[in-house]
């Protein structure tokens, strides 16, 4: 598919392509980089690259395909660094979970020879770091590229390609329209998910070890998403923060009107909320979102 | 253990108890009884009980252990058909999420014969009636018992070996302290995956169907508690309704000072609530009450 693949940052976004273009061998050559002198060790240690690159410029030469798996705060670092070493006719593109930022940085600072495709993979679990990749992260999942209306289609299937090859499915979006919808399907959750655990561990020292025990009662659910990558979260509620807050306020309205239900005891709307819920559940199973498996099938 | 065991409500919970019982073989006999008649056909079809009974005099005559497996609403109904029937020693308990309104209709209606312990297996799946339920539900779970302080040491002890030959671990405590934990435990968890599922459902069409294929993203961990059975759902909110809006208040309050955080961008506020959870969530896995497989270990 392409001759030289480079991949910059190798936590569990970028390990786990890593591990698939190994499993694939459809690369000639391998190229990664990371900045932790840990992780590089790792990625050396379970052979994933072909080449540790000492700096990013010799990261990025001669590649045909340089992927940024990195937390969006490195991001301008990473461009400034690599802008002026692009192969002439590679793809630059990304895994960030917001892309207005990110675009905005690459025109400000004009990458030369190189095309750039914004790419969003929407997969991932709460663990990080190259020991938390798999080959089969993206299996089934959706990943999303947000290329300008002037990258020629051609540029645009070789990146489609990239990710099919990684089982990922891929849609075309405009930026406007992932960050809207990433607001409301992944921040949004994660800031409730953080905000309940942030709730519970407002209560004194023994209601907290009531709650850890009885945490199998629904909380335990929150708990995996709110121990996701702290920088990673951090990079995204700062730069997304516009409609992240947004998506609260829309929140605390809805949360208001349900509020008002239990007080009123208002059993009427109340199912008719839970009715909706159960649907919306069953149309995501459908949609091959999420194992039907009660308790996600966990032991 | 006990000769004669009647089991009220054949739904996730009561089904979940007759398996087991089967399993173990402990009691002599087993009554069931359900109001509906599916349900019941299912009862008898997996040859769940040795008795199905007519209605609830008949099932509870002669039981020495009476479990009330059914959404709130219908409890005192059910008190009232079987306050005259009870076997004299026999033990009454029951299996809901709130325990200070059963209390009161306990005390309010007068039983006769039986010692009233009442009980709350913190188990449960997103999925309802008999043919969700299984007999490990609540291996390694939480069962919670709330005794008047007046019941005698040796009657509790049954009930608590009971739960015990479910493969629960036992927990004696306040109905007061029942009724606040699982306030933040559960039901507070339960409001907001709701109240998410019902924020982005309030897009439009389009964005609708985008939200369910890019839901992997964080919001289908949601969709699967706001997937729980609605009529036990509003039985709750509505009897618990105080202390949940406490809780809703508690979070909203939390809420507003993380969105603080995200409008001023302060990263260091942002990193500790991110550490703060991670933490929380190693305890709760330390603690045995949830997997420590990424995503659940879900395929």
New interface residues.
């Given amino acids: 598919m392409f001759d030289q693949v480079s991949i910059i940052g190798c936590g569990l976004i970028g390990s786990s392509v890593l591990r698939r273009l190994k499993k694939n061998k459809s690369a000639k050559k391998v190229v990664s980089y990371d900045n932790s002198k840990s992780v590089s060790e790792i990625v050396k240690k379970e052979n994933l690259s072909d080449q540790l690159a000492a700096n990013l410029s010799e990261a990025v030469k001669n590649s045909d395909f340089i992927l940024i798996a990195t937390p969006l705060s490195s991001f301008e670092n990473i461009i400034n660094s690599i802008k002026d070493n692009l192969k002439p006719g590679s793809i630059l593109t990304d895994t960030c979970?917001v892309k207005t930022s990110v675009n905005n940085i690459i025109r400000k600072l004009k990458i030369k020879n190189s095309t750039w495709i914004p790419g969003h993979p929407?997969?991932?679990?709460?663990?990080s770091g190259p020991n938390?990749g798999f080959p089969d992260l993206f299996q089934d999942?959706?990943t999303?590229l947000s290329p300008d209306k002037n990258v020629k289609d051609a540029e645009i299937k070789k990146t489609v390609l990239f990710w099919e090859s990684m089982g990922s499915k891929v849609?075309i979006?405009s930026v406007e329209?992932h960050d809207?919808?990433?607001s409301?399907?992944?921040?949004?959750?994660?800031?409730?998910?953080?905000?309940?655990?942030?709730?519970?561990?407002?209560?004194d020292e023994k209601?907290k070890n009531?709650?850890?025990?009885?945490?199998?009662?629904?909380?335990?659910?929150?708990?995996?998403?709110?121990?996701?990558d702290?920088?990673m979260?951090?990079d995204i509620?700062?730069d997304n923060?516009g409609l992240?807050?947004d998506?609260?306020d829309?929140?605390?309205e809805?949360?208001d009107e349900?509020?008002k239900a239990?007080?009123e005891?208002n059993?009427e709307k109340?199912?008719q909320?839970?009715?909706?819920?159960?649907e919306?559940?069953?149309?995501?199973i459908k949609?091959g979102?999420?194992?039907d498996?009660?308790?996600?099938?966990?032991?």
Avoid: C
Wanted: no cysteine; glycine share 4%; aromatic share 10%.
């Fill in positions: 979970s929407v997969a991932g679990t709460e663990n938390a999942r959706w999303i849609k979006m329209d809207k919808i990433i409301l399907t992944s921040h949004l959750p994660h800031v409730i998910a953080y905000n309940i655990v942030k709730t519970v561990m407002g209560s209601t009531d709650i850890i025990r009885y945490s199998a009662g629904g909380l335990r659910d929150f708990t995996r998403i709110a121990a996701s702290p920088t979260w951090k509620f700062i923060s992240i807050i998506a609260i829309k929140f605390s809805s949360l349900f509020k239990i007080k005891k059993s109340l199912l909320i839970f009715e909706k819920s159960k919306f559940r069953k149309a995501i949609a979102q999420d194992t498996k009660p308790d996600f099938g966990r032991k």
